[in-house]
């Protein structure tokens, strides 16, 4: 459910660059010259990987719109809180002498 309320998110909030409408229209391009070139089998197993390359590049993309997201949410909590901004140095040293701690 929440996956589904990230997702609207994203596509209602994504931006396309310039450089990215100029790959999509290169890979569309090269997928037409392939396929012509390609017999009936090959093209499937083409039109199989082009599918599976969106499915990861949507998945890549709402993963990163999920971080984010979490990260303005975080820096927001942060601002709201009555406590000292976050210090990775600080959290950093914390993790360290934890792990110290169980070593020994």
């Given amino acids: 459910m929440m996956r589904d309320y990230m997702k609207a998110l994203c596509y209602r909030f994504e931006t396309t660059s310039r450089r990215a409408e ?7 391009r090269t997928y037409r010259q392939l396929t012509r070139l390609l017999n009936e089998p090959e093209r499937k197993l083409l039109l199989k990987m082009a599918d599976l390359e969106d499915a990861l590049r949507e998945e890549a993309c709402l993963n990163s ?17 009555d ?4 210090n990775f140095e600080n959290e950093d040293e914390q993790r360290a002498c934890e792990l110290a701690r169980r070593e020994r």
């Fill in 22 to 28: 100029y790959l999509d229209r290169k890979i569309k």
């Fill in 65 to 81: 719109f999920i971080s984010g997201y979490r990260l303005a949410q975080g820096i927001q909590q942060e601002l709201l809180a």
């Fill in 83 to 86: 406590q000292p901004p976050y």
